[in-house]
């Protein structure tokens, strides 16, 4: 029998407590932390499905797409907690987001728990007191389009990723991967870094002018604009050749000094020709959607895209700001009157704009059109007012969201822009032309409170500051105070950061607001880009993966297809196209689509060496190999068959920094030859030092065989000799053993290391003693990240490399005696904080196996890829750390066992029409 309360089911634990307050008694408001299920690994489908037709991808493609969910190892818990939960319920309120993932998210809840009780869809975007109990008391069903177009992206990106990820292993290495929309975007950047190598760099001059009107006048700069009535080129005026697009004129060094000469001459004539002057009026930009929040955000607080999302999410499900994932730009009638209100209070009522502001969306998906992102509530609270209750980036960014939506309801900024030509000559026989210009700000509007950022112009082609000239008429002399030759060079496209390279992804209809962070992560992730400071450099293994697409899979990365299918699932939201019909489209083929599967079955043969090759010149090519990139040189003496040289290149080079001149510097560079440092006297090895890919070291290899006189015989019937031919000592072949090798400490130089070091280096890990308690071996060794002692699994750091061979047992037991994780090992952390709120413990930042992690000693949390430690504040680190708790502990996969009796899918059959799935009552 039902009980007599009400089970609220949120995505996440910390607005699970926020709502709760709002709710009250009669409620209980629980977490599902995220999805429940998923598609099963083909692996882990039951033993009597994987020969079928769903043993290749968990869908059954040739039966409607139908897919197999089940729930994870690391749900299954919260799973049974909500069951109990449900079963003294009267009544289940859904209350996921309202998007894709939200609806898909209640949907797989209902189909999971089979209430038997009432199910309300709940829905709101912001979390406030009024909002919650509204959206409690206006409930709805929930949307069918909007799961079935989730669904079908998440079988698309199966079915992409299953398809062409294999045929990246073979090809171009293991642990690579394809994703419709990853790879469009990592073809973005690949595409800009082969601009950048293209790119050929001119050399232009031009001349800056300091006039005055008169002795004791302020002076103002000018520009040299043209010459005898042509204009001067700027970088705007060449191509990415270095070639001039435009009718100009193009000034060398020894024509723009020749220039200053003869202005420097007092008895030339300076004299304003033209002054013009017009209003200006610029405008606020709107309030924030996702893709400009991260922008903006990383633009001014250099925030990762994904940090942006972490920051937003906590400040949404706090209440603080209304939901963070949205494309709309508009607000609502309360927001507007609250953002005008506080822009009146605090700058005045003529700050405000005449009448409310309303911008227009470029939103293709109504279903997720939400508000922009704001500040929560019908009164918005200021930056200074929660000072004391936000710290770090939770401040920093709802003061961003804050300005932003106040200065989108005030005034126009208003002032006047003078531009004045001015003509001087004649000068080496020309008449040379001068502008200036200044914009004055009369009227600030809306600058009072915000400005927004820009991207990184290239080529003079930045909007100039706002200056001031001062009061000139026509035909006024003015003096020559200065002048200055000045050369240029044009420069190349600048790489994408990640707020150009959602900014361009949003113009171009790839991906939805939701998944830019997640876009950016995973190219980042998969070793494809890797930041350089703001700017997002492209790896070489990511020309081969973007080469072999193009040539191979040409639909699927070209950009108005990715955005294309965008749109189809924006369709398939709303209701006017059928996932089945388009699956099978996209899968099969049809009038519109080759197909995937067609694609797969008709690859023909590719050719890994050329998809992992790139040609400097004729004797040059670079080569994208398992270990990295190298440069392959030829044979000088072609008739030669010598394998080809090869050179390594620094991990550190560019794509676009490896130009043929950069590759002969490489390979002209001095060689290490291997050096032998002696013969290990215990078994008669060559100790041989090495420079690697990964750094200096020492090994230990086998001679070289002795080569002895050839034996002569002859034969007794004819008396001749047979053929002579050297004989070698031919030993028993032992098993093959892998050669000894230890790096090299850092304070050591490679080609001073004698033989005495290098044996003591082979004969690592050292044991220092054996522990009195236990009896176990302490062994000091060297390790990927530094000197550590072991004793059975259990590890301390060492502060110094030489420790390895300097610390004796009460040295070892003394730092054993301390806690791992105790004062000893606080200066070892690479950031420490204040305690966690939760756990009372320390928060650092420190090094491990797998990189960077914040830990409070209990708890621990890899830094992702995207993020820096420089990045991570205390704010954000206790976030983590509770993000981590709330998922629990991993749990090691399960085998692949077959669950008893498991139904082929967890949904009705998918050749019904989307309607047909179960739809939550009221």
């Not at 033993?47 to 037709?53: C, H, R, V």
């Not at 697009?245 to 030339?268: G, N, Y």
Request: net charge neutral.
């Amino acid at each position: 029998m039902p009980g007599t309360k009400k089970l609220v089911i949120v995505e996440s634990p910390a607005k699970a407590k926020t709502i709760a307050q709002y709710l009250g008694d009669g409620y209980e408001v629980l977490a599902s932390v995220g999805h429940i299920r998923d598609l099963i690994e083909p692996k882990n489908l039951p033993a009597e499905l994987k020969k079928g037709s769903l043993g290749k991808f968990s869908i059954d493609v040739d039966n409607g797409f139908v897919p197999y969910y089940v729930v994870s190892d690391q749900k299954k818990k919260t799973v049974a907690e909500l069951k109990r939960a449900l079963k003294d319920a009267d009544e289940l309120y859904l209350a996921t987001d309202e998007d894709r993932e939200g609806e898909a998210i209640a949907w797989h809840l209902l189909e999971e728990l089979k209430p038997k009780v009432p199910v309300k869809r709940m829905v709101f975007h912001e979390i406030t007191k009024e909002a919650i109990q509204l959206a409690r008391d206006n409930t709805r069903d929930i949307d069918t389009a909007l799961v079935d177009a989730q669904e079908t992206r998440r079988i698309l990106d199966r079915l992409y990723g299953y398809e062409i990820s294999p045929v990246l292993w073979r090809k171009i290495g293991p642990g690579l991967s394809a994703g419709r929309v990853q790879s469009a975007a990592t073809r973005l950047v690949v595409d800009r870094e082969r601009e950048r190598l293209a790119f050929v760099a001119a050399g232009y001059w031009d001349l800056s002018a300091l006039l005055a009107a008169s002795a004791d006048s302020t002076a103002f700069e000018s520009r040299l604009a043209r010459l005898d009535g042509t204009r001067v080129a700027t970088g705007r005026d060449f191509d990415d050749k270095g070639q001039l697009k435009s009718e100009t004129v193009a000034l060398d060094e020894q024509a723009a000094e020749a220039l200053a000469t003869a202005l420097r001459d007092p008895a030339v004539s300076v004299v304003v020709s033209s002054v013009d002057s017009k209003p200006y009026t610029r405008r606020p930009a709107a309030p924030f959607s996702t893709s400009t929040l991260q922008q903006e955000a990383a633009r001014k607080l250099r925030f990762s895209a994904r940090q942006t999302m972490s920051v937003a999410q906590g400040l949404y499900e706090n209440g603080y700001i209304t939901y963070m994932r949205t494309d709309s730009l508009n607000l609502s009638q309360q927001a507007m009157t609250a953002a005008r209100s506080q822009a009146s209070k605090l700058y005045g009522a003529e700050s405000v704009s005449e009448k409310p502001r309303t911008y227009a969306s470029k939103s293709k998906n109504a279903q997720e059109a939400h508000e922009a992102i704001r500040p929560a509530g019908d009164v918005f609270k200021t930056p200074g007012e929660l000072e004391g209750t936000l710290r770090g980036n939770d401040w920093k960014l709802y003061d961003l969201i804050w300005k932003r939506t106040v200065a989108s309801q005030m005034a126009d900024a208003k002032g006047s822009t003078a531009s004045v030509v001015i003509t001087a000559g004649p000068v080496e026989g020309k008449t040379a032309e001068f502008a200036a210009s200044g914009t004055v700000i009369t009227f600030r509007g809306f600058l009072q409170a915000y400005e927004e950022g820009r991207d990184e112009e290239r080529n003079g082609t930045a909007q100039p500051a706002e200056a001031k000239l001062p009061p000139l008429t026509v035909g006024q002399k003015l003096t020559v105070a200065d002048v200055e030759a000045k050369g240029h060079e044009t420069s190349p496209p600048p790489r994408y950061t990640e707020a150009s390279l959602v900014k361009t992804l949003e113009e171009l209809g790839i991906g939805r607001p939701s998944t830019y962070a997640s876009i950016i992560s995973t190219i980042i992730d998969r070793g494809y880009v890797t930041p350089r400071g703001t700017a997002l450099v492209p790896n070489w293994i990511a020309f081969s993966v973007v080469r072999l697409l193009e040539d191979f899979f040409t639909d699927l990365v070209q950009y108005d297809f990715t955005a294309g299918m965008e749109d189809d699932l924006d369709r398939i939201a709303g209701g006017t196209e059928d996932r089945v019909d388009w699956l099978t489209s996209f899968y099969f083929g049809s009038d519109k689509h080759r197909g995937l599967r067609n694609v797969i079955d008709n690859l023909g043969d590719i050719d890994a060496k050329s998809i992992n090759s790139i040609t400097l010149n004729d004797e040059i090519t670079l080569r994208i190999g398992k270990y990295g990139p190298y440069l392959e040189v030829a044979n000088e003496d072609a008739a030669s068959e010598a394998t080809p040289r090869r050179v390594n290149i620094p991990q550190d080079l560019a794509p676009d920094e490896l130009t043929v001149t950069k590759a002969q510097e490489l390979i002209d560079a001095p060689v290490v030859v291997d050096r032998v440092i002696g013969v290990n006297p215990e078994n008669g090895k060559n100790i041989v030092a090495k420079d690697g890919r990964f750094g200096p070291y020492v090994t230990e290899l086998d001679p070289e065989p002795e080569v002895v006189a050839a034996e002569i015989v002859a034969d007794p019937a004819t008396g001749e000799v047979a053929d002579e031919k050297p004989k070698k000592k031919v030993a028993k072949k032992p098993a093959v053993v892998k050669p000894r090798t230890a790096s090299i400490f850092k304070s050591m130089d490679l080609a001073a290391v004698d033989l005495d070091t290098a044996l003591r280096l082979l004969s690592l890990p050292r044991v220092v003693g054996q522990d009195p308690e236990t009896g176990e071996d302490i062994t000091a060794q060297n390790g990927k990240f530094g000197p550590y002692l072991k004793k059975g699994a259990d590890t301390r750091s060492l502060t110094e490399e030489d420790q390895i061979f300097e610390i004796d047992l009460p040295g070892a037991l003394e730092l054993y005696s301390q806690p791992k994780y105790g004062a000893r090992r606080a200066s070892s952390a690479l950031k420490e904080f204040d305690a966690d709120p939760e756990s009372g413990k320390p928060i650092r930042i420190k090094d491990g196996r797998f990189g960077a992690y914040v830990t409070d000693g209990v708890t621990n949390v890899t830094i992702p890829r995207g993020e820096t430690i420089e990045e991570i504040d205390f704010e954000r680190a206790v976030q983590m750390l509770a993000d981590k708790r709330a998922k629990g502990p991993a749990k090691p996969k399960a085998k692949a066992k077959a669950p008893a009796k498991k139904k082929p899918a967890a949904k009705k059959p998918a050749a019904k029409k989307p309607a047909a799935k179960p739809a939550a009552t009221k």
